[in-house]
DNA sequence: TCTATCTCAATAATGATTATCCTTAAATAA
DNA sequence: TTATTTAAGGATAATCATTATTGAGATAGA
């Protein structure tokens, strides 16, 4: 999402900033982490001012809202065609990119019309790894 | 999820009611669908029980969370590893069986460990492509 | 049947998200 | 630059799904 400003989007320093942490963001931000991280430099920054941003961003195609952490919306500014790779403990998202030959069985294909895909690989991530090394020693899981 | 009886869950009528709603139930139904449905049956039956009843179930693996719809979650009691195709207008959803050939590139199959995967595809479902058919004759979108 | 334990139901609490409403700032054109 | 129009911001209330609490009642095993 590199040119906002021939959009048709009205510019403030408010959204400003919060393009500005989302562009190029690998972390899959909550809507409370960019709330949190913009105000450090907007301190006068509203929480209904992130939620609206995204919804503006969204509505026009430079963020994308991801449903894989059933504990809140993760938006993701890579708008590409790409999958995701959640770690099961931390919640940890990381972009997967690659082509899969996934194609649904016909009597699917006959009713329904389709229009995309997205994969989530489950994973355990380094450092949850360590952890549960970690845990191992003392308490049995 | 067949066998309750001997899986040392204490059996009650409501939760035996919530079960046999479960049961072979292709909808994948909201906390809520469960509710109004075996409300019918047990109008004194409780939302908070509802809750409950899908913990126990959950916990005990005889019932999948659904995280594909970002309104409300979902259950799901085929419990096989299966995907979904989601409709993008209603929302209905519909199992996928079959296996894909989905591998993550190696640079991350290096660093995380790998549990498992889930295809969401979207489409148009037939009744909702009826819809828009009809829709599209008075109405531009 | 008795009793310890678990479950129920009602309701309060929580947490994320959305809506409201008035003020203020940005864009556009004179 | 300034005036005017229009949309955005901020504070806060409202909503909705989900979770926690708690006293009363039911269940299962002795």
Same mark, same amino acid.
């Given at each position: 999402?590199?040119?906002? *400003?021939?959009?048709? !989007?009205?510019?403030?320093? /408010? +959204?400003?900033?919060?393009?500005?942490?989302?562009?190029?963001?690998?972390?899959?931000?909550?809507?409370?982490?960019?709330?949190?991280? %913009?105000?450090?430099?907007?301190?006068?920054?509203?929480?209904?001012?992130?939620?609206?941003?995204? #919804? =503006?961003?969204?509505?026009? &195609?430079?963020?994308?809202?991801?449903?894989?952490?059933?504990? +809140?919306?993760?938006?993701?500014?890579?708008?590409?065609?790409?999958?995701?790779?959640?770690?099961?403990? @931390?919640?940890?998202? %990381?972009?997967?990119?690659?082509?899969?030959? =996934?194609? %649904?069985?016909?009597?699917? /294909?006959?009713?329904?019309?389709? %229009? &995309?895909?997205? !994969? #989530?690989?489950?994973?355990? @991530?380094?450092? @949850? *790894?360590?952890?549960? +090394?970690?845990?191992? &020693?003392?308490? /049995?899981?």
């Amino acid at each position: 999402m590199a040119s906002y *400003k021939d959009k048709g !989007i009205k510019m403030t320093p /408010q +959204r400003m900033a919060i393009m500005e942490f989302l562009d190029g963001n690998p972390d899959h931000p909550s809507a409370e982490d960019i709330y949190m991280e %913009v105000k450090e430099k907007y301190p006068m920054m509203s929480f209904a001012t992130v939620y609206k941003t995204i #919804e =503006v961003l969204k509505s026009r &195609g430079y963020l994308l809202e991801l449903t894989i952490d059933p504990e +809140r919306r993760r938006y993701d500014p890579d708008t590409r065609h790409h999958h995701h790779l959640i770690c099961v403990d @931390c919640k940890k998202i %990381v972009d997967i990119y690659g082509d899969f030959p =996934v194609n %649904v069985p016909e009597e699917a /294909q006959e009713s329904f019309e389709l %229009v &995309g895909n997205h !994969i #989530e690989f489950y994973g355990i @991530c380094p450092e @949850c *790894k360590k952890e549960r +090394r970690k845990n191992n &020693g003392n308490i /049995q899981m």
